[in-house]
């Protein structure tokens, strides 16, 4: 995965830079001490890989930082470095902008939070030479920003709805989201009658790994007419919907085996309890959230599944036992 990771950074430092006009949200869970990003552009996979989920670097138990408008990745690597040196996200911005790896930084947009020993922080900018129209709201705990947009009312529609919206902050990163979701809310997609071309949400919870957040969708791209916000939230609901207790909960390593992860021609998952078979339903879905595999399995407490034929990337699963305790996570293949 890391491998992944810098071979994605190192094909999009060698490739032309492309405005990444976007709106976006970033925050932290006050009680929970999670951390969130969520975000939506009329750029997809086709202009830049993967989709608006470039912009987003989150750092576990730590923070988010957007950056946006004109994405550089050596501003983004220099943001990464000042949240891991303890910097606060207005002393981040004020060297983001001194530093501007192209000495240009009117034509960026940032948004950072941090969560440090109780006490949550924000800081947005957003250059003067950005394209209208273009602004951020900050609160106490979340920055909201954006660009090339419909109006201002797409980012306090944003705010509206992520302040209002009670659950976990999965689903009120989707709530701030669903208050972008018209036609024209970046106005390159008007024509379209979509809000965008590409959305993503993901949140990490105090003790993630960087490379493994325990919430993490992605739309890179859509069929002509679809809004990705709608696909973005068909996939929370078919990983079990909103509520107030939360979602995305990491498979309990007590209870399920995922070998080898990543897979190359064959994956395996082996129950781990003190019975020595079960029964139940094993779903497998896309990064899409589609399934693509359906298998019932009764007296087994190992199910092996061939992914040889399985695009490379990273796929969810969940199983459901006949006594209707789900267990869920997701794997990778290479």
Not at 39 to 53: K, W
Not at 168 to 178: G, I, K, N, P, T
Not at 323 to 328: C, R, T, V, W
Request: proline letters at 4%.
């Amino acid at each position: 995965m890391k491998y992944l990771l810098v071979s994605f950074f190192s094909f999009l430092i060698l490739s032309s830079l492309s405005g990444q006009d976007t709106f976006s949200i970033c925050a932290v869970d006050t009680v929970t001490g999670e951390v969130g990003s969520a975000g939506a552009s009329c750029i997809d996979e086709n202009g830049i890989p993967g989709g608006v989920i470039v912009l987003s670097d989150v750092h576990p138990g730590v923070g988010v930082i957007h950056t946006q408008a004109y994405w550089n990745p050596a501003n983004q690597n220099y943001a990464r470095q000042l949240m891991d040196d303890s910097l606060s996200p207005q002393q981040i911005i004020d060297s983001l902008i001194a530093n501007d790896v192209q000495n240009n930084p009117t034509i960026r947009q940032y948004g950072i939070v941090d969560f440090r020993d109780g006490v949550a922080r924000s800081a947005a900018y957003t250059g003067v030479n950005t394209d209208d129209y273009k602004g951020h709201i900050t609160g106490g705990f979340y920055s909201i920003q954006g660009n090339i947009l419909l109006g201002p009312q797409i980012l306090d529609s944003m705010e509206s709805r992520f302040l209002n919206t009670e659950g976990s902050l999965v689903c009120r990163l989707m709530a701030a989201l669903q208050g972008a979701k018209v036609p024209g809310a970046d106005i390159r997609c008007l024509d379209d009658g979509v809000s965008s071309l590409s959305a993503f949400v993901r949140v990490a919870k105090p003790d993630d790994p960087t490379d493994s957040l325990s919430f993490e969708f992605n739309v890179p791209s859509v069929i002509p007419g679809v809004d990705p916000i709608d696909s973005l939230q068909t996939l929370v609901d078919q990983w079990g919907g909103c509520n107030a207790t939360g979602m995305g909960e990491k498979i309990r390593p007590d209870k399920m085996d995922v070998y080898p992860n990543p897979a190359n021609d064959k994956i395996t998952f082996r129950l781990k309890q003190d019975n020595s078979s079960s029964s139940g339903v094993l779903h497998i879905l896309d990064a899409y959230g589609k399934e693509i595999l359906r298998k019932t399995v009764s007296g087994k407490n190992k199910i092996k599944v061939n992914v040889s034929g399985y695009v490379s990337g990273i796929y969810f699963y969940k199983y459901e036992s006949a006594g209707n305790n789900i267990l869920k996570g997701k794997f990778v293949v290479n």
